[in-house]
Nanobody, 116 residues
């Protein structure tokens, strides 16, 4: 079992930036693909960004050019840099380890609120 702990959420004004972090337990972080999801109020959880073990990335269309996912294998941490935030980015953001046909690992989530 991998434990995932997100941090970095908070209240930010429109146009502002935040950086989310997700620290993973264990010694196998470099072997995991990682992802960030979010759940906006009243909506289903959706994929925001993902990064492979080799550093390849993909993004939801809604965040392309504004968000950047990265990883530091030495720190067993994945990041989500979020720029040019809008109120529509308000959500609980979750860290995820996809595991194919097996149940994925999830963090507890961190709230991001974009409001003036």
């Amino acid at each position: 079992q991998v434990q995932l702990v997100e941090s970095g959420g908070g209240l930010v004004q429109p146009g502002g930036s935040l950086r989310l972090s997700c620290a993973a337990s264990g010694n196998d972080f470099s072997t995991y693909a990682m992802a960030w999801y979010r759940q906006r109020p009243g909506k289903q959880r959706e994929l925001v960004a993902a990064i492979t073990t080799g550093g390849g990335t993909n993004y939801a269309d809604s965040v392309k050019g504004r968000f950047t996912i990265s990883r530091d294998n030495a720190k067993s941490t994945v990041y989500l840099q979020m720029n040019s935030l809008t109120p529509d980015d308000t959500a609980v953001y979750y860290c995820n380890v996809p595991r194919g046909n097996m149940k994925p690992y999830w963090g507890q989530g961190t709230q991001v609120t974009v409001s003036s």
